[in-house]
Nanobody, 125 residues
């Protein structure tokens, strides 16, 4: 079993930066793909980024456009989402997910087995 806890959310101004953290517990937490999703009011939960056990990252290019970076901590039990040049459109609850079921489902909610409780990110104009 894997437990995920997000932190680092809050209120930021447009153009500012925030760094989200996802702490994972469980002895296998460092050996599978982990990802970040976000859900804005009235919208579906959407893929943001993922990272493999070896450190290879995958980003939603259309929404991120080079502003976000995902990284795994040196202990391999923590993943980060560095968000720069924040926009009001980035306002959402951000969720950490783990254990990819299939490569074909990498960018879908149904593709992951474990989820954190979420952390709110609000960006003012």
């Amino acid at each position: 079993q894997v437990q995920l806890v997000e932190s680092g959310g809050g209120l930021a101004q447009a153009g500012g930066s925030l760094k989200l953290s996802c702490a994972a517990s469980g002895h296998t937490s460092g050996f599978y793909t982990m990802a970040w999703f976000r859900q804005a009011p009235g919208k579906e939960r959407a893929f943001v980024a993922s990272i493999t056990p070896s450190g290879d990252s995958n980003l939603d290019t259309d929404s991120v456009k080079g502003r976000f970076t995902i990284a795994r901590g040196s202990a391999r039990n923590t993943v980060y989402l560095q968000m720069n040049s924040l926009k009001p459109e980035d306002t959402a609850v951000y969720y950490c997910a783990a254990l990819l079921k299939s490569l074909a489902l990498q960018r879908t909610v149904d593709g992951y087995s474990y989820w954190g409780q979420g952390t709110q990110v609000t960006v003012s104009s």
